[in-house]
């Protein structure tokens, strides 16, 4: 028996070849780079990257002004932060509280607004 050809369809014709699949991986932006790598960019874009940058630059500063003027007042970053870990320390607990609010609500069959009426808290604590 002879063997098989495949047969040729026009479509199949005009196919490029694939390449093998464990071949070198083509980036599609390839054609867009110089020869150092560095992609092309138009003037447009460069223009916008420089406002963009010289934003950057301007909110630098004016965050790195008001940091001096926080140390300045006797602010410390340390103790900043100490107040920072403590209040999500403290959303913590009231979130475990609200949940047992929640659950002693449902258990005894009557709204989270009545459980903190009984309990003599304010609604929108």
Known sequence: ????????????QHQKPRPAVRSA???PFADDRQKDGRRDVSD???????????QLKETENSLSNQIQSLKEQGYCEQELQTHITKLHQ??????????????????????TKQIYEKFGLEFED
Not at 44 to 54: D, F, L, M, Y
């Open 44 to 54: 447009a874009n460069r223009e916008q990257i420089e406002r963009q940058i010289h």
């Open 25 to 27: 991986f083509k980036s």
């Open 90 to 111: 403290y959303n913590e607990l009231k979130d475990i509280g609200q949940m047992l609010i929640g659950a002693i609500a449902v258990k005894s069959g009557v709204t």
């Open 1 to 12: 028996m002879e063997p098989r050809q495949e047969s040729v369809t026009p479509a199949k």
